[in-house]
Protein backbone atom coordinates (compact mmCIF):
# COMPACT_ATOMS: atom_id res chain seq x y z
CA UNK A 1 0.00 0.00 0.00
CA UNK A 2 0.91 3.33 -1.22
CA UNK A 3 1.06 6.36 1.30
CA UNK A 4 0.35 9.32 0.45
CA UNK A 5 3.34 12.20 1.90
CA UNK A 6 0.66 13.98 4.33
CA UNK A 7 0.52 10.47 5.88
CA UNK A 8 4.49 9.83 6.14
CA UNK A 9 4.40 13.47 7.65
CA UNK A 10 1.71 12.67 10.27
CA UNK A 11 3.30 9.41 11.00
CA UNK A 12 6.88 11.08 11.72
CA UNK A 13 5.59 13.63 13.69
CA UNK A 14 3.47 11.09 16.22
CA UNK A 15 6.90 9.05 16.07
CA UNK A 16 9.21 11.76 17.10
CA UNK A 17 7.11 13.45 19.55
CA UNK A 18 6.07 10.19 21.22
CA UNK A 19 9.62 8.56 23.00
CA UNK A 20 8.24 5.17 23.25
CA UNK A 21 6.73 4.70 19.92
CA UNK A 22 8.61 2.03 17.64
CA UNK A 23 9.01 1.85 13.95
CA UNK A 24 7.17 -1.03 14.54
CA UNK A 25 3.82 0.71 16.15
CA UNK A 26 4.48 3.13 13.55
CA UNK A 27 4.21 0.26 10.79
CA UNK A 28 1.08 -1.30 12.28
CA UNK A 29 -0.86 1.87 12.70
CA UNK A 30 -0.57 2.74 8.65
CA UNK A 31 -0.37 -1.02 7.37
CA UNK A 32 3.13 -1.22 6.41
CA UNK A 33 6.20 -3.01 6.94
CA UNK A 34 9.13 -1.97 9.76
CA UNK A 35 11.13 -2.35 7.05
CA UNK A 36 9.40 0.77 4.80
CA UNK A 37 9.21 2.88 8.42
CA UNK A 38 12.77 2.21 8.97
CA UNK A 39 14.06 3.16 5.42
CA UNK A 40 11.61 6.65 5.24
CA UNK A 41 12.95 7.34 8.74
CA UNK A 42 16.65 7.12 7.82
CA UNK A 43 16.09 8.86 4.13
CA UNK A 44 14.27 11.58 6.22
CA UNK A 45 16.39 11.59 9.49
CA UNK A 46 13.63 11.20 11.80
CA UNK A 47 14.90 12.23 15.21
CA UNK A 48 12.99 11.44 18.67
CA UNK A 49 12.43 14.58 20.37
CA UNK A 50 11.18 15.17 23.63
CA UNK A 51 10.71 17.36 27.03
CA UNK A 52 12.49 16.22 30.25
CA UNK A 53 9.40 15.58 31.52
CA UNK A 54 8.39 12.89 28.80
CA UNK A 55 11.89 11.42 28.66
CA UNK A 56 11.74 10.84 32.44
CA UNK A 57 8.14 9.28 31.98
CA UNK A 58 9.39 7.03 29.59
CA UNK A 59 12.75 5.98 31.38
CA UNK A 60 10.02 5.31 34.31
CA UNK A 61 7.88 2.95 31.91
CA UNK A 62 10.88 0.93 30.92
CA UNK A 63 12.39 0.78 34.83
CA UNK A 64 8.86 -0.57 35.97
CA UNK A 65 9.77 -3.77 34.25
CA UNK A 66 12.93 -4.36 35.76
CA UNK A 67 13.23 -6.48 39.11
CA UNK A 68 15.49 -5.27 41.59
CA UNK A 69 15.39 -8.41 42.68
CA UNK A 70 16.50 -10.57 40.25
CA UNK A 71 20.45 -11.39 40.10
CA UNK A 72 22.40 -10.06 37.24
CA UNK A 73 23.43 -11.46 34.19
CA UNK A 74 26.14 -14.16 35.37
CA UNK A 75 25.62 -13.64 38.87
CA UNK A 76 26.67 -16.58 40.77
CA UNK A 77 25.59 -17.88 44.02
CA UNK A 78 28.78 -17.05 45.41
CA UNK A 79 29.47 -13.10 44.33
CA UNK A 80 25.83 -12.43 45.42
CA UNK A 81 26.78 -13.58 48.91
CA UNK A 82 30.06 -11.45 48.89
Known sequence: MRLSPEKWHQARLKWEADPTLTYAGIARELGVSDVAVLK??????WVKVGNSQSIARAA?????????HAPAKGATAANLRA
Open 60 to 68: HVRADGVSI
Open 40 to 45: RARREG
